[in-house]
């Protein structure tokens, strides 16, 4: 018997913005990357050590409005979205938004390498994440028949007005502002690569006619754990998602979803 490969907790970020048309931010992954490789993604990654130490309280709006296990989720997203796109979700001691600062966009690469501790780096910012404007979007466990496999929580929140989104240069090597129904367009055509659970979030992502609307939805929205499973249907293997999903009936041939 197979074993099955155990599911590493992960988080990403949907950033919204309306300027002036509704979009979404996507990052271009680094050909070399083992995982998804070339392919456009929200920014996001593997949870790490540091995302779950206790004294984030201190640095964290909205820390007692989320349960333990989730919080780790939200700061871990907000440093991904740091490290690959520059955008940092933090509030001011006055509450303003937090302004990039030529400080803290020196240290995105150190950050990323593990030198230099995310927690440091807000401190002495003297912000605090805005864990307040995220909301969770939809969580997604990669089938078990994949040989590396992520349980991935999607969060949206809507971006900063005042802060450029610049790609790594690292794990990323480009940062696009699309239309969430462009970008499923472009990979319907073949101009751009997205793999299947990004793809599904587009689709649901391009029923919001902007990004108010599509964090109302996302907070009324029952959020059911995605974890596609494979049918055979006329000797085909298909990618079949849970009906109250939220994505409609969804069973795609598995040979067009990887």
Same mark, same amino acid.
């Given at each position: 018997?197979? =074993?099955?490969? #155990?599911?590493?907790?992960?988080? *990403? ?5 309306? +300027? ?33 130490? %206790? ?15 989730? @919080? ?9 979205? /740091? ?6 979700? &933090? ?14 966009? &020196? ?7 593990? =030198?230099? #501790?995310? !927690? ?22 990669? %089938?078990?028949?994949?040989?590396? @496999?992520?349980?991935?929580? /999607?969060?949206?929140? =809507? ?37 299947? %659970? *990004?793809?599904?979030?587009? +689709? ?7 990004? &108010? +609307? ?22 085909? @293997? ?19 979803? !990887?």
């Amino acid at each position: 018997m197979t =074993e099955i490969a #155990p599911a590493r907790p992960a988080a *990403t970020i949907l950033l919204v913005r309306n +300027q002036p048309t509704f979009e979404v931010l996507m990052v271009k992954r680094h050909h070399q990357i083992d995982f998804a490789s070339g392919a456009l993604v929200f920014p996001g990654g593997k949870i790490e050590p540091g995302d779950a130490d %206790p004294a984030w309280a201190d640095h964290c709006t909205g820390w007692d409005a989320h349960p333990d296990d989730e @919080r780790h989720l939200r700061i871990a997203a907000l440093r991904e979205a /740091f490290e690959e796109s520059a955008v940092l979700l &933090a509030r001011e001691a006055d509450g303003a938004h937090w302004r990039a600062s030529e400080r803290a966009a &020196a240290s995105r690469e150190r950050i990323a390498k593990g =030198e230099l #501790p995310f !927690m440091e780096l807000v401190r002495e910012l003297g912000v605090k994440l805005d864990l307040e404007a995220m909301a969770p979007f939809a969580r997604w466990i990669t %089938p078990a028949m994949m040989p590396k @496999r992520f349980d991935t929580w /999607f969060f949206i929140a =809507e971006a900063p007005a005042d802060q450029l989104a610049i790609c790594d240069g690292y794990e990323t090597v480009d940062a696009e502002w699309i239309a969430p129904g462009e970008a499923v367009r472009l990979a319907d055509v073949g101009e751009r690569k997205i793999i299947f %659970p *990004t793809r599904m979030n587009l +689709q649901l992502l391009a029923e919001a006619a902007d990004a &108010a +609307q599509a964090l109302t939805a996302a907070r009324a929205r029952t959020q059911v754990i995605v974890e596609p499973k494979v049918e055979v249907r006329d000797g085909e @293997r298909y990618l079949v998602l849970p009906e109250d999903a939220g994505y409609g009936r969804v069973a795609e041939p598995l040979s067009a979803a !990887m």
